[in-house]
């Protein structure tokens, strides 16, 4: 049963219209922020900031105080006129959001994706071979995000439908709606005008661009590693390997995309050997079509993630995938930097 919202509960989601009534009757002004009252506000907008500048994982912890350094992180990232920053503030926030409703009660759940998309979420309750189904949506709602996700188990055919609605579990429902919930953010942050900021506040919003890289566009990039392939690639190569089955689509991808990155024909066709009905004559005749030397000698294009996604063959990141248009952006250009920290990391450990 749904509950009133507690100011812990708007400090988790600051981006509900409680929270910013919250904010409105508070009078915050802007000329206020720059007084030591503030101070512990302020600061945390900063970080808050800060982490989507650098491309950190978004911390959990929350306090009352969030409400406000919601909004002041919002001010703080308008008066720095970086869209590129607005759009990874917002993924950030979102990322935030969807680990915290991971602990989350029903209710709360229910209500934030409501907030988010207006569509009718419901608690459902049912349990099927242990796995509990805790939400329901209905169908047609489920059908217009659903195909953007090419594993088997987001067919509608794979699912428990019942009475118009597709029931969910938990991590199914918040992954259905990630992306909704980080638009939302977007578009609040983006209709706030931002007045003129007292000196101090100005010095932080030139740390902050100080701090923010320039976005580059990594569009072909020969030689570039497999570490660096995008997931639908590296799922591809994976299922080659173990020498499945691929359809036709799939080995055309993975021959444009493997010769835009530098690969030669040899090494393509090479590459195709574990498919279980190789025939190398037919292969290195495709690749060198598609490599533009047969034929009208028309170098083939890498298809657009879209058409990859059309032929259900998209494992979208997240994070690395986010706001690219083709296979060769990949990692996008908010995340290039996140990623090779987290190969450092993780070399660090082994
Ligand atoms: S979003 Fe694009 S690059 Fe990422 S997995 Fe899907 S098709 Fe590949």
Known sequence: MASELGLYDLAKYPFLPEAGEYVRSHGLSVGALAQPDYHAILERATQRVMEAARGKDPSEEVDEKDILSFAVSILLVKATKLDHLLSRFALTEAIRVEKLLSKEKPWMIERIVEASTSIDVSQANLELAGRPLEFKVPVSEYLKRAPKFSSDKWRLLNQIVDGGYVFLTRPDLIRLFREEISKTIYARAKSVSVPKLPDALEK??????????????????????????????????????????????????????????????????????????????????????????????????????????????????????????????????????????????KAGKE
């Open 204 to 345: 932080i919003v030139n740390e902050i661009v100080e701090a923010t890289p320039t976005p580059k566009r990594l569009e072909y990039e020969r030689g570039r590693k497999p570490e660096d392939y995008p997931p639908c690639i590296v799922h591809l190569l994976e299922s080659q390997s173990k020498s499945e089955n691929i359809p036709h689509f799939g080995r055309f991808f993975m021959a444009t995309y493997l010769l835009n990155v530098g690969k030669t024909v040899d090494e393509v066709v090479e590459m195709h050997k574990t498919v279980p009905d190789f025939d190398e004559r037919v292969a290195r005749y495709q690749v060198e079509h598609i490599a533009g030397l047969r034929g009208g000698r028309t170098k083939y294009k890498v298809p657009t993630c879209r058409t990859v996604i059309s032929h259900g063959m998209c494992y979208k990141h997240p994070i690395y995938c986010y706001n690219i248009r083709s296979p060769l952006q990949y990692p996008s250009k908010y995340s290039a930097k996140l990623l090779r920290g987290k190969r450092k990391e």
